[in-house]
């Protein structure tokens, strides 16, 4: 690793910084965990650090689900002020979830860094398509979710949110709406399962990274690297409170499509490193 200088350090932390608050106020105002946002800007700050690349994007990802633990913490308790969780639904896919962890966990510590960027680009591809055009064209009555569909989408959510880095409100939100629930209740109650996800993902994204991986990097505790944790928690713990508080002030069917935009742009941006790096 070179060494960097006072420039490079400061430009660091304030893209850094920067992608916290967007990350912290998107958890709590449209029920996403931020990872999305965290995973390519950990991804870049772990590239100017010069650490490997077989290990680089699985460190984004268990990096980014540690740092979700505190932010949805924040963020479920403010919608909990509204009564907007719904935790009967969250102990039903507990244990579900935990199966999708734990094999999204296996599949994520064996995937080769390139499949790793080109599965996240095209998962951010589908995510933004879905809150651009589609997140609030679901059912408007709510009805009854049967337990299969709950054991189902719970391993699937658990799953796919492990490989992303990501608490899994982009999936958990549109699987309530589809069954017509309220948005604002979707939203709070994926930030419940993303405490989840969070929690369960790091533990064994850490345990994996101990068994799989023999690199030594630095301040790094398994696939979960202790400085980019430190750098965005404080300011994802703020800034998520400010965005759950917005959810019942501002006009989040134009908010979802800025935020649909910028998943594509994220999307394309990851695919281009995939090239780069394959």
Not at 166 to 173: N, R
Not at 263 to 272: A, E, G, P, Y
């Amino acid at each position: 690793m070179e060494t960097l200088d006072i420039n490079e350090i400061i430009n660091l932390l304030f893209v850094l910084s920067l992608a916290a608050s967007v990350a912290g106020f998107m958890a709590g105002l449209l029920g996403v965990g931020g990872g999305i946002i965290i995973v390519p800007a950990l991804y870049y700050a772990f590239t100017v650090l010069d650490f490997d690349i077989a290990t680089r994007m699985h460190l984004s990802v268990g990096t980014s689900l540690a740092i979700i633990i505190p932010t949805s913490i924040i963020s479920t308790k403010t919608h909990m002020e509204y009564d907007a969780v719904d935790f009967k639904l969250i102990k039903s896919f507990g244990i579900f979830i935990l199966f999708g962890v734990i094999g999204g966990t296996f599949l994520a510590v064996n995937l080769k860094t390139p499949a790793f960027v080109l599965f996240f680009s095209i998962m951010a591809f589908i995510v933004g398509l879905f809150f651009i055009f589609f997140r609030e064209q679901l059912l408007k009555n709510p009805k009854m979710i049967s337990d299969s569909a709950k054991n189902i989408s719970g391993i699937i959510i658990g799953f796919i949110s492990v490989l992303l880095g990501i608490g899994g409100g982009s999936l958990m939100v549109p699987f309530m709406r589809t069954f017509g629930y309220d948005i604002r209740r979707s939203i709070g109650t994926a930030a419940g399962v993303g405490f989840l996800i969070a929690v369960f993902g790091t533990i064994t994204m850490i345990t994996g990274g101990k068994i799989v991986d023999n690199i030594n990097t630095p301040y790094s505790l398994g696939y979960v690297n202790l400085l980019g944790f430190l750098v965005f928690v404080p300011v994802t713990m703020i800034m998520a409170r400010v965005g759950a508080k917005a959810v019942y002030k501002i006009d989040k069917n134009i908010l979802s499509k800025i935020f649909g935009i910028f998943l594509i742009i994220v999307s394309i941006r990851s695919f281009f490193e995939y090239l780069s790096i394959n």
